[in-house]
């Protein structure tokens, strides 16, 4: 049974940092495309940021280039998204998705996901 479990959102001050973890379950994430998605209120969930497999070849939306950081810890088969320079645009909640490829589905890997994390950033 495949299970991804995400934490590590909070409540942060706009300028700062998050980091985000996506543990994994009955997969191995280094044999998956690994990806973020986040929902704000009364919008879409959309793509924030991924990593293939092989090569680890890593993608970002643009409103997060520069800002964001996605990388995978095969050890302890986790994969984290490290979110600097917060802004209040960036509050939403914040999902991580497996699959066969970043660009698998319309919604990325999309064949396994979890529950979910909330970020917020507010002053």
């Known amino acids: 049974q495949v299970q991804l479990v995400e934490s590590g959102g909070g409540l942060v001050q706009p300028g700062g940092s998050l980091r985000l973890s996506c543990a994994a379950a009955g997969l191995t994430v280094d044999d998956y495309a690994i990806g973020w998605f986040r929902q704000a209120p009364g919008k879409e969930r959309e793509g924030v940021s991924c990593?293939?497999?092989?090569?680890?070849?890593?993608f970002y939306t643009n409103s997060v280039k520069g800002r964001f950081t996605i990388s995978r810890d095969n050890a302890k088969n986790t994969v984290y998204l490290q979110m600097n320079s917060l802004k209040p645009e960036d509050t939403g909640i914040y999902y991580c998705t497996a699959g066969d490829s970043c660009f698998a589905t319309s919604e990325g890997p999309g064949k396994y996901w979890g529950q979910g994390t909330q970020v917020t950033v507010s002053s």
């Open positions: 990593i293939s497999r092989p090569g680890g070849n890593t």
